[in-house]
């Protein structure tokens, strides 16, 4: 696509306009997706559109003007945007327009790419089926009846459903390589510090990263390259220089040392899932790679110390929706207190409202060290066994990304503890701030005779992004996945 | 007043915390300007508005002021530091949290010495230890008396750099508090890393005070004192608080725990609303902002370009200039006056004669300006050269103050230090100033006194002797001051004493 519009044999808006098109017709009515939350207009404003401000000093420089050129690209609604509104999926910022516009758009812009809209997420990032957005629940595209995974389950389902070929996610718990998993197609958390968090609005600061989605490797890579790099406006963004990562891919997996992890195979992993674990491990090994079995002992430990931890800046990080500067505000309150508890009480679902209680009690004195405290020095454990794994020599892990397909809508709505236990694979890679990608592994039988997807996971050690992303890539391969050209 | 013995065996126990901003150009995580009194809610942007997603990027020009101060108060800077959230609501706060320094602060056990007259200190060096030194940006501004019925909220304060200062609870008197704090004053205006001024809240202060028995180790339960906007009012507020403290106790009751509120108005504290203080602030280090990492070369560059502080300063000029300790005292109160005077005295040559310049009519021309030192339009090359004029004996004092009056004239509106300001010497010169010596002219002007006074001179000869400073004074007149004085006191006394 991008070679096609940087030679000029396609009009720059002939994509973007397509993938609108697109996105009208499978995302409303009866049935719809419900993936976006807001469109462009066709034409949209030029790639070249004026950013926010300029960087400042220091700046790594974006990959490659036209990187994407005339590529229609979805973002997800906490990434914030001059052209259209930034929700977050939640009532309390509805309507809300960013006078400025996250790095990763900006960047987004300056390689060429163009904004079809905005995608639909669970509220602030809290969640793992997108039903827990304001404004209704994605559907997705393998099976209208299931959820797309979550949080960035409307991203997710915009590139399953071949609205575009990349779309921006954020992955804070998992919410990349969830959906990813559960909608068939690829999804990658980069490192932490990889790509700039200005402008992605803030679930939990310490976890949070901009992740990319694609129908192949090779699509999801490009994308991060575009968007990755050392920001000054973002202090937890890393000073180091972007790889080639699209380049390199078809290098393959020869020879590097792929840890199985014995606490992602528990007993109590449904035997297909299993199967197809196995299956794409024989596909590894045929591809030359060296199969271990490894041990990441405080694994067990992750998901109650991610719902510590997350939680807790979550409840810090949401105070500032208080209705007064901007989004919802109760403005019939007679007194500051019963503003902020109205315009709170109203804007926020109670998915977010559940973890604002949480983190708060998790901070609040008296249980401070019981909680918070003790989380932080399980989440430095959790770190050191994959610090140890890699001294040994392992240059990846391998793991299921979920233990099971996507789930239909409504299953899990009433039991937060069940839907927490799905992000048990993937927690672990940002309790750590390493990188991981999801890809797809294979089908499982559905039930009512339909075939969802699963994912398998490839961790690296930090900075690594490169040979993960080959060795996802020699995975899609013997799947038969080309990876269209983008 | 405040110095009376404490009553019925109970003493005073003092703590401060003491909030300074720092004299940043930006603010402390975004670059918007930190100007005081500017049109509300302009200084702002997406950081320090608290936007969706916007992030802080630290100033690190603010972190050298902070360890600037930190090393002045004799602390230890700590080569890490961690940057904690202290959470709560309040609409002048726009995150919902605010920046600041909890479990490990930029600087810990620092003691500040200032010189008192208090007679109760034997050394009269009251040595106040410092817990520590942390940073943190402050809030914005709640204004409830500019709307009816409504509170409005002004953000150009959000995000202004502050160090916050913790005393060990070390005071035993409210007098001793105002002398140390106006010693921390001068200090940090020596610095240069505030304007310390309270009123337009660049400097706060808090203080925690309690009473117990004399002797007794065990502190009392404490009460926390607020909005004072001047050392003063410091003063006051904590003699009120300490007397009713005295009272509670003495009709047998227990001090409570509680905030309290200082009126300036009514000379009285009252409690604060129990609302408005009863905070879990939940802290915990921002994930947003890696640890602050102040390297040993960087302490050791701000250490070795601390400047001369004041009580250096004031021990140097009694040596260098031989000042008396009360000139050297005032001289050095702020910088810009010591330098000014230093400058002068250097000049001159005659530091003496330079300090009482520079404490009478000087100090008095600047404070009718209300004009610091460095503003002041008579700059110290030209006062040392009117005290040179008044030594060689070209001008008298009396003619100098009248120049000194005309060189001010002289630079009203034109740039300060400028050239178009006239000299001393110009004046002098084109006023025909200069003293007259000359015996001829002298003699004329005694005659024609003499003359238009027979009946006085008939009385000085019946003996009235002290008639001869009327005399003078009547030279002097028709010279219009510039009669050398003690030729005219030699001419008039051989005048009379002829018969």
Request: proline share 25%; glycine share 0%.
């Given at each position: 696509m991008a070679a096609a519009v940087r030679e000029g044999s396609v009009p720059a808006d002939h994509y973007l306009n397509k993938a609108l098109e697109q996105a009208r017709a499978v995302d409303r009515g009866h049935e719809g997706l419900n993936a976006f939350l807001a469109l462009a207009k066709p034409g949209g404003p030029a790639p070249d559109a004026p950013d926010s401000g300029s960087g400042r000093a220091g700046e790594t420089h974006p990959t490659g003007d036209g990187l994407l050129a005339g590529v229609p690209v979805a973002v997800k609604d906490n990434l914030c945007t001059l052209d259209l509104p930034t929700t977050c999926a939640s009532r309390i910022l509805e309507g809300y327009r960013s006078p400025y516009e996250a790095t990763a758009v900006r960047r987004l812009r300056v390689a060429g790419a163009r904004l079809v809209g905005k995608t639909n997420m669970d509220e602030f990032a809290m969640g793992s089926s997108t039903e827990n957005s304001a404004f209704g629940p994605t559907r997705n595209p393998r099976d209208r009846d299931r959820v797309p995974g979550g949080s960035s389950g409307g991203s997710a389902a915009a590139v399953a459903a071949g609205v575009v070929p990349c779309a921006l996610g954020s992955d804070t718990g998992g919410s990349v390589r969830q959906p990813a998993a559960f909608c068939g197609v690829v999804g990658v958390k980069p490192t932490y510090g990889r790509v700039s968090r200005y402008g992605l609005v803030a679930f939990a600061s310490s976890l949070d990263q901009v992740g990319a989605f694609g129908r192949s490797v090779l699509d999801a890579a490009l994308l991060l390259e575009a968007v990755a790099g050392y920001d000054p406006r973002d202090p937890t963004s890393v000073r180091r220089p972007v790889p080639d990562l699209s380049g390199g891919l078809d290098e393959g997996i020869r020879g590097r040392v792929v840890g199985l992890p014995r606490e992602y195979l528990p007993d109590t992993l449904a035997p297909e899932v299993r199967a197809r674990y196995d299956e794409a491990v024989e596909r590894l090994r045929e591809a030359g790679a060296r199969i271990r079995e490894v041990s990441l002992p405080h694994t067990r430990f992750a998901v109650s110390t991610y719902y510590v931890l997350a939680p807790a800046e979550a409840s810090s990080n949401l105070a500032r929706y208080d209705g007064v500067r901007y989004g919802g505000r109760a403005s019939e309150a007679r007194s500051t207190l019963e503003l902020y508890r109205a315009s709170r009480t109203r804007g926020f679902g109670p998915e977010v409202v559940r973890r604002i209680m949480l983190g708060t009690f998790g901070l609040s004195a008296g249980y401070h060290d019981q909680y918070y405290d003790r989380a932080q020095k399980v989440r430095a454990l959790i770190a050191r066994d994959f610090e140890r794994v890699w001294a040994d020599g392992v240059d990846l892990l391998f793991t299921p990304t979920a233990p099971g397909p996507a789930f239909r809508l409504g299953e899990r709505t009433a039991d937060p503890v069940a839907m927490y236990l799905s992000d048990v694979f993937t927690v672990t890679a940002n309790l750590a701030g390493i990188p991981g990608v999801s890809v797809p592994m294979g089908e499982v039988a559905g039930g009512g005779g339909d075939r969802p997807p699963l994912g398998g996971q490839f961790l690296a050690p930090p900075w690594h992004e490169a040979p993960m992303l080959q060795a996802a890539r020699a995975l899609e391969v013997s799947y038969g996945i080309t990876g269209e050209d983008t | 007043m405040t110095d009376r013995a404490p009553d019925a065996g109970y003493e005073a126990v003092i703590g401060l915390e003491i909030h300074v901003q720092l004299r940043t150009e930006e603010k402390l995580f975004c670059p918007d300007g930190t100007g005081f009194g500017e049109v509300p809610n302009t200084n702002v942007c997406p950081v320090c508005l608290g936007l969706p997603g916007a992030l802080p990027v630290l100033n690190r020009e603010a972190v050298e002021l902070a360890v600037r101060a930190s090393l002045a108060f004799g602390c230890t800077v700590h080569q890490r530091s961690v940057w904690a959230r202290k959470n709560y609501f309040y609409p002048d706060l726009p995150k919902g949290y605010q920046i600041s320094q909890f479990e490990e602060p930029l600087a810990t056990d620092g003691v500040f010495r200032v010189e008192t007259d208090d007679t109760s200190d034997p050394v009269g060096r009251l040595a106040i230890r410092i817990r520590r030194i942390h940073m943190e940006e402050d809030a914005g501004k709640s204004i409830h008396d500019r709307f009816e019925g409504a509170t409005a909220v002004d953000l150009n304060r959000t995000g202004t750099p502050l160090i916050e200062m913790v005393t060990e609870?070390?005071?035993?008197s409210p007098a001793q508090v105002r002398a140390w704090l106006t010693g921390v004053k001068q200090v940090l205006e020596y610095l240069e890393v505030s304007d310390c001024n309270m009123e337009e809240g660049s400097l706060r202060v808090d203080a925690n005070v309690s009473i117990r028995p004399v002797g007794s180790e065990p502190l009392g339960t404490k009460t926390e004192l607020k909005n004072m906007n001047s050392f003063s009012g410091v003063e006051r507020a904590l003699d009120v608080e300490i007397a009713r403290q005295r009272d509670v106790v003495a009709m047998g009751g227990q001090v409570a725990h509680q905030t309290l509120l200082w009126d300036e108005r009514r000379g009285d504290v009252r409690p604060m609303r129990s609302k408005e203080e009863s905070h879990d602030y939940r802290y915990f280090p921002d994930p947003d902002l890696p640890p602050l990492q102040v390297s040993e070369n960087l302490i050791e560059a701000v250490k070795a370009q601390l400047p001369e502080l004041p009580a250096a300063r004031r021990t140097r000029f009694r040596e260098d200039y031989g000042l008396p300790a009360y000139d050297a005292g005032v001289l050095t109160a702020r910088r810009p006056l010591a330098d000014y005077y230093e400058e002068t005295a250097r000049t001159s040559g005659a530091p003496k004669e330079a300090s009482n310049w520079i404490m009478g009519p000087v100090l008095a021309a600047m404070n009718a300006r209300d004009l610091e030192a460095d503003d002041f339009p008579v700059r110290p090359v030209h006062l040392a050269e009117l005290i040179d004029l008044v030594e060689e004996g070209t001008i008298n004092r009396n003619v100098a103050k009248d120049v000194l009056g005309r060189m001010l004239e002289s630079a009203a509106g034109v740039e300060v230090g400028s050239a178009a300001a006239k000299t001393p010497a110009e004046i002098v010169r084109e006023e025909g100033l200069a003293t007259v010596s000359d015996t001829g002219r002298l003699e004329a002007w005694v005659e024609d006194a003499l003359a238009a006074h027979p009946e006085e001179v008939a009385r000085f000869r019946d003996g009235e002797t002290r008639l001869q400073g009327f005399f003078m004074g009547e030279v002097m007149k028709r010279s219009r001051g510039k009669a050398d004085p003690t030729e005219v006191a030699r001419i008039l006394t051989e005048r009379l004493e002829e018969t």
């Open positions: - | 609870p070390d005071f035993r």
